[in-house]
């Protein structure tokens, strides 16, 4: 037998292999499901799926694809697969939208576009275009003791972006945590590709970006917090690229007493993270809004308004300023942000999100770094 009749071979057993335990797979979810209660959850992915159909209809979509969903540590679980086919399900039933559902991805895409490792929303065109859709819908879930957070985006071709993110709380009960304990396989050998480097169209993409803060979170969500952080992001980036504004300087998150917490600190690090890898804008070095708010004095004694947000904003160069509040809501922590636009002297666009009041949240929350009471100008 020559090489290449072997490596045929071995491809082929490889094949049957894959396919044996995904089948088997498929037969332990389904077992599974058999055996445990998912009627609440139904309910939740059904609202979710009207919503998107809804959002896709009045974007003018007609076709998207459902992506594997995963969990924070990015693995497919039963619980993940099972919420990606049931919001596929719900989405093609309102007969809005042509749906790709997750088994039919693996049949169309060529082997060289591993899922598993693409950079959302970097990767989505080139996804998309080989999907043959406009759209693209992925989900994620994290989870503590008490709750499972669901998190669904649907990105679009034509906006090139996020064009909207719904969320969820489902209760961590005995059933779905037997089902995220259930991993289920890619499905088949995927080789990464090298994406190519995408034309820089004139006018959007910065010439230079400065590179972010050693300190600064990594960007694989883990977290409840980190995710509602990039709900925060998602809300605001849409509107920066439709106002043109890819110079961004994010100012540290005040509580109601305008003291600056380490949760103030880690939103503000963590959002510059995640504008800063979406590589449409060019975000202000926070070392540098420090400095210059010192030597100016600057100092945060309490919510920036639009006034001083222009002053920062001219003195580091940047064409719009995120401020935020965090209030302490009990179980939960509500982060408020303000886009200011530097150059206008207006209020871009306001959101918020909600944050799950965990053990380490709360307390990042009570962990003052600075006050205004007899502070001059925030520490290094």
């Known amino acids: 037998m020559n090489l290449s009749s072997r490596i045929l071979l071995i491809a082929f057993f490889m094949t049957l292999s894959f396919n044996a335990v995904a089948q088997n797979d498929e037969t332990r979810l389904n077992s599974l499901l058999a055996e445990i209660d998912v009627s609440d959850i139904k309910h939740n992915i059904a609202q979710i799926a009207n919503e998107a159909a809804g959002k896709l209809a009045y974007s003018k979509i007609t076709d998207t694809a459902i992506l594997p969903f995963r969990d924070a540590s990015h693995h497919r679980t039963g619980l993940t697969e099972f919420i990606a086919v049931e919001f596929g399900k719900k989405l093609a039933f309102t007969q809005k939208v042509e749906v790709m559902a997750t088994d039919q991805i693996a049949e169309v895409l060529p082997n060289q576009i591993n899922l598993a490792t693409m950079r959302w929303p970097q990767d989505c065109a080139r996804v998309a275009g080989g999907l043959g859709v406009t759209s693209l819908v992925r989900g994620r879930t994290i989870a503590d003791e008490e709750i499972i957070i669901l998190k669904i985006e649907i990105y679009s071709v034509d906006k090139n972006s996020v064009i909207a993110t719904y969320k969820t709380n489902l209760p961590r009960t005995a059933d779905l945590s037997r089902l995220m304990e259930l991993v289920v396989i890619e499905g088949g050998p995927t080789k990464p590709e090298t994406p190519s480097p995408q034309p820089m169209r004139s006018g959007e993409l910065p010439t230079s970006k400065p590179m972010p803060s050693p300190n600064i979170s990594t960007p694989a969500v883990t977290t409840a917090l980190e995710i509602s952080v990039r709900g925060l992001a998602d809300k605001l980036a849409a509107r920066l690229a439709e106002a043109k504004q890819f110079k961004v300087g994010i100012l540290e998150f005040l509580d109601l007493q305008g003291r600056v917490s380490q949760l103030g600190k880690f939103i503000a690090e963590d959002l510059t993270t995640v504008f800063f890898e979406q590589g449409k804008f060019s975000m202000i070095e926070r070392g540098l809004l420090q400095q210059v708010m010192r030597e100016h004095a600057l100092t945060q004694t309490g919510i920036i308004n639009i006034t001083q947000a222009q002053e920062?904003?001219?003195l580091v160069g940047a064409d719009a300023i995120i401020t935020g509040s965090l209030s302490d809501l009990?179980?939960?922590?509500k982060a408020n942000v303000r886009l200011i636009d530097v150059r206008g002297g207006a209020v871009l666009a306001v959101a918020g999100?909600?944050?799950?009041?965990?053990?380490n949240v709360a307390k990042l929350f009570n962990e003052i770094l600075w006050s205004p009471a007899g502070?001059?100008?925030?520490?290094q």
């Open 353 to 359: 999100e909600s944050i799950a009041k965990t053990e």
């Open 330 to 333: 009990g179980n939960e922590i």
């Open 312 to 314: 920062i904003g001219k």
């Open 375 to 379: 502070v001059t100008a925030p520490p």
